[in-house]
């Protein structure tokens, strides 16, 4: 984290002045002068950087150039808008994922399992903004379904607002998450198939089956078990992606997440927002790999360290 | 009468893209309540699939093209999949070759075992649990209760061949077909499991068939013995009768190969060349290439024929028949 804050901080300081973008073109030299020294913008860059890391330890990642907020706030106030997008995109493209791909693996020599094959081709080679353009397109404004863009009403659950306990809000979720759980689906269906394929070549399976079990406990229990451990890893390296780069089908359907205050920020060169968007992503995969790493040693024994004996 | 198992005939065939593999060639036999089968024969001469195919485990797209499998007088190749899937486990029990294997990582050795108790009988889980730490006693695990709540990664392969030998034995079952189950573990384990199955089978009346590439293990084991050489039977009869005057070549190379059986400091017998390709078999004897005693009647496929009583072998020229040539005799 500590070395990303440092990349960030002097790429966006390279990059431009944001107070030619603040300030009006009539302003005077003294208005100028008096922007910047309110917002710390006359310091050199190492001393700049000196104060932002001091009131980060203490969690304040200083004010937004922009909204005249705490960064931190901003961000935090649009996160659960793209945690619950990418969530649900994730569980959705995990329960279609997995079972189609292990149908796939199973009978891979069906017909049926070669159209979900090719069917993840197209999802995986799709561009992400392409198919959130052609959702749009049909179910927006050529059959009137689902409305395109926003995030419509929600409820409050615990202070955050969420969407997915209302019908309406989930005419609003449908199509951004369908959009981002598109490829993360294929990706699934073609990671299921092809450990499924690997594990029902496994003695195991053979032995489960001179076992007298049916086909049902086999392949639920015997065969997925197996199949959920890369899946599991895979899944959660997806989420943390897909929560940073929520950001296409964010500023697509205008949904009012931490990516499209990302874009927003990096337009106005809102260095703090930028800089705390970065560090709120990188402070959230860590926990993601942590969750995955204690899910790994439920679904596998091996990995269980502290039974290692 | 019937026997446990009567095998008649028995083809499995693999379609591959060149041509069809038959890895299971006409092969017939029958064992008996209590009777131990020692099946040997090397890689590829189609000892697991003929295995596999009397439980009906044979991964499509192979098949089983033609023969009978009867047993204790019900036709298995004609039943349904769910009265196999009832046989199998229960009825007709196997046993795999490498114990690191047949054991699912992911799930605890208790789980493995009660989920076999319960797929054929409708028991309570203690009950079921039960039965599997008197089962588990019974192949020498120590403190079976705590055992079972383990991984199979923490046992050692000795173990866990303990473990899927006791899986096998939960319904005690009238048929056990063991595919080299002890190749992977180390003599002494070897030893006692074989000293254990050995025992098992004459106090519960358990048919066995041991398949296996060691004619050492099968010496000391089994009652009879089949030799199968590129899907064929190529000798069968009782241990000691094959073992001390084996009629086939191939069995005979099969014996010198085993250290111990020839005098010490001998170059131990080597088969010359390569078991033939199973997409393309030679037309008679599939053993006529390796066979220093070949000649042109060799070209049309010898019958498996009663040379002395209960003593079979498929060859133009058995031993008793064509006795060793100065040169044989010297090599």
């Known amino acids: ?309 | 009468m019937t026997a446990t198992l009567q095998v008649d005939n028995l083809e499995t065939q693999f379609p591959t893209r060149d041509g069809i593999v038959r890895a299971v060639d006409g092969v017939s036999f029958s064992v008996e309540a209590g009777e131990i089968l020692g099946l040997v024969g090397e890689s590829g001469s189609g000892k697991s699939i003929t295995g596999f195919s009397i439980l009906g485990l044979i991964d499509p797209p192979g098949r089983i093209a033609a023969g009978s499998v009867r047993f204790k007088g019900e036709e298995l190749t004609t039943a349904s999949p769910d009265r196999l899937r009832s046989l199998r486990g229960a009825r007709i029990a196997m046993i795999f070759q490498d114990p690191m294997m047949t054991l699912n990582p992911v799930l605890r050795v208790d789980t493995q075992m009660i989920e076999t108790v319960q797929a054929h009988e409708k028991v309570s889980e203690a009950a079921a649990r039960a039965r599997c730490i008197e089962t588990l006693q019974s192949v020498g695990i120590a403190a079976p209760e705590d055992r079972l709540k383990s991984y199979p990664h923490q046992f050692s392969g000795g173990m866990r061949q303990r473990i899927a030998i006791a899986t096998a034995l939960l319904h005690k079952p009238d048929l056990i077909i063991a595919d080299e189950p002890t190749t992977a573990l180390d003599v002494t384990i070897q030893g006692q499991i074989l000293y254990e199955m050995r025992k098992l089978c004459r106090d519960t009346g358990t048919a066995l068939i041991w398949i296996t590439h060691d004619l050492s293990v099968v010496a000391g084991l089994a009652d009879r013995i089949m030799v199968m050489y590129a899907g064929k039977i190529v000798e069968t009869g009782a241990i000691a009768t094959v073992i001390e005057r084996p009629q086939h070549p191939y069995t005979r190379g099969l014996i010198g190969s085993v250290p111990g059986a020839m005098p010490r400091g001998k170059r131990l017998f080597q088969i010359p060349g390569m078991a033939p390709a199973p997409l393309n078999l030679p037309p008679g004897c599939r053993f006529k290439a390796r066979c220093g005693r070949a000649d042109a009647v060799c070209d049309t496929m010898p019958e498996l024929t009663e040379l002395n009583p209960g003593h079979k072998a498929r060859c133009h020229h058995p031993f008793d028949a064509m006795p060793l040539s100065p040169a044989e005799v010297a090599s």
Not at chain 1, 139 to 151: T, Y
Not at chain 1, 302 to 307: A, K, M, N, S, Y
Request: charged share 15%.
């Open chain 1, 1 to 309: 984290m500590a070395v990303m804050s440092v990349l960030v901080f002097v790429g966006i300081y390279m990059i431009g002045d944001p107070l030619a973008i603040l300030v009006s073109p009539e302003a005077t030299e003294l208005d100028r002068e008096a922007i910047a020294r309110s917002l710390g913008l006359d310091r050199p860059m190492w001393e700049q950087y000196l104060t932002f890391v001091l009131s980060a330890l203490k969690g304040e990642f200083g004010k937004s150039f922009v909204f005249g907020q705490p960064a931190i706030n901003l961000i935090l106030e649009r996160m659960p808008a793209t945690l619950e997008l990418a969530l649900i995109a994730t569980f959705f493209s995990v329960v279609i994922g997995v079972p189609l791909g292990l149908y796939a693996g199973l009978r891979h020599e069906t017909v049926t399992a070669r159209a979900i094959m090719a069917g993840s081709v197209l999802g995986f080679s799709l561009p992400n903004f392409w198919v959130g353009l052609m959702l749009i397109m049909v179910f927006a404004v050529q059959l009137g379904w689902l409305p395109a863009s926003g995030r419509g009403p929600t409820m409050e659950v615990l202070g955050i607002h969420v969407s997915f306990l209302s019908l309406a809000g989930w005419k609003y979720l449908a199509l951004p998450a369908l959009t981002l759980g598109l490829s993360k689906c294929a990706l699934i269906i073609r990671l299921a198939r092809a450990t499924a394929r690997e594990v029902m070549l496994m003695d195991y399976v053979k032995f489960a089956r001179a076992k007298g079990l049916n086909e049902r406990r086999v392949i639920g229990v015997h065969i997925l078990k197996n199949i959920m451990v890369p899946i599991t890893t895979v899944t959660g390296l997806e989420l943390g992606s897909l929560i940073a780069f929520a950001v296409i089908t964010e500023t697509i359907f205008s949904w009012p997440g931490m990516g499209k205050l990302l874009i927003d920020s990096i337009v106005h060169l809102d260095r703090p927002v930028v800089v705390a968007y970065l560090i709120v992503v990188v402070f959230l995969l860590v926990i993601i790999s942590l969750i995955v790493d204690i899910l790994y040693s439920v679904l596998d024994p091996r990995v269980r360290l502290g039974e290692a004996k």
